[in-house]
Nanobody
Framework: QVQLVESGGGLVQIGGSLRLACKVS????????MGWYRQASGKEREFVAF????????DYAAFVKGRFRISRDNAENTLYLQMDNLGLSDTAVYYC??????????????WGQGTQVTVSL
């Protein structure tokens, strides 16, 4: 049974930084394409970033390029999302997902419970 557990969310001021973590248990994080998604209140969930299974390819949504960085630590079996220069529009619940069938993230087969990120003035 694969489990994903996010952590690292919290309250931060505009321009601040947070690092989210997604701990994978049950399988190796390198067995999956991994992604981060977010859902703001009243809005649909949207893609943020993905890291391919090989770890060689990554991509980001246009609204986060240059500010967020996705990475993983195979030894810790953990996926990370470093978020810098946060703005009010980054306020959302952030979810990690694992795609077991594709080299790149196509559709999450497993999801974490989410971690709240709130950016304030």
């Amino acid at each position: 049974q694969v489990q994903l557990v996010e952590s690292g969310g919290g309250l931060v001021q505009i321009g601040g930084s947070l690092r989210l973590a997604c701990k994978v248990s049950g399988r190796a994080v390198s067995d999956y394409a991994m992604g981060w998604y977010r859902q703001a209140s009243g809005k649909e969930r949207e893609f943020v970033a993905f890291l391919s299974r090989s770890g060689e390819d990554k991509d980001y949504a246009a609204f986060v390029k240059g500010r967020f960085r996705i990475s993983r630590d195979n030894a810790e079996n953990t996926l990370y999302l470093q978020m810098d220069n946060l703005g009010l529009s980054d306020t959302a619940v952030y979810y990690c997902a694992a795609d077991r069938r594709h080299q790149h993230m196509v559709r999450g087969d497993y999801w974490g419970q989410g971690t709240q990120v709130t950016v304030s003035l």
